[in-house]
């Protein structure tokens, strides 16, 4: 009797370990799961609707309205050649009779240079034209890009997505939709830029 009341204070002991272990065991997942949550809770995410905001970004339209001016202003040049071309080639079908074979032949081929000559010329002015717009075009990508990236870590999020021509997202909630924000910002922040280019324009005008 005397070994079992001497055990009973260690048995005791033990089993308040045991007990004290299982709720600090318990109290640690408790902890973890919390952090969890919390972690959870604190991701920040957005998505943005690149077709759309490409569309209604001013400096994108302005873009597209200064190259569309030059195509059409650079087209009316050549056009204006072009129609040349077709009457001399209409006015040479009814003289190559009254002038002979040897006129003929020589201003035939003429007509043959000049025509390979626009073709060239028109192919020129639309590479001319890709090439130019095609380099402004990527340098306002990576700006806005940029701009995105910084305004990301301005508000705090983890995560913006892109959807439109190039998706990488296939779902999201329409509340994690930022898109009107970012065109909102980004206007604002052409605005004012061009604003400033105006006024370095006007002092330089003051000073001539």
């Keep these: 009797m005397r070994s079992t009341i001497q055990d009973c204070p260690k048995r005791n002991i033990y089993n308040r370990s045991k007990k004290a272990l299982v709720i600090i065991a318990i109290s640690i997942s408790v902890v973890a799961c919390n952090k969890t949550t919390e972690t959870v809770k604190e991701v920040k995410t957005a998505y943005i609707d690149t077709s759309e905001l490409m569309k209604e970004y001013t400096e994108a339209k302005d873009l597209e309205a200064k190259y569309k001016a030059q195509s059409e202003e650079k087209g009316r040049q050549l056009e204006a050649e072009i129609n040349r071309f077709k009457q001399d080639a209409a006015n040479f079908q009814s003289q190559a009779q009254a002038n002979g074979q040897e006129w003929a032949q020589k201003r035939g081929a003429e007509l043959q240079k000049r025509e390979q000559q626009l073709g060239y010329a028109q192919q020129a002015l639309a590479q001319q034209l890709q090439q130019s ?76």
């Design 133 to 208: 717009s095609g380099a402004e075009m990527d340098s306002l990508v990576s700006g806005v890009k940029k701009f995105i990236k910084d305004y990301g870590k301005q508000k705090g999020y983890d995560y913006i997505y892109g959807t439109g021509d190039a998706a990488s997202v296939l779902y999201a909630q329409e509340k994690y939709d930022i898109t009107k924000e970012i065109i909102k910002a980004l206007n604002e922040k052409y605005k004012s830029s061009s604003k400033s280019e105006e006024k370095v324009e006007d002092k330089k005008e003051e000073k001539k």
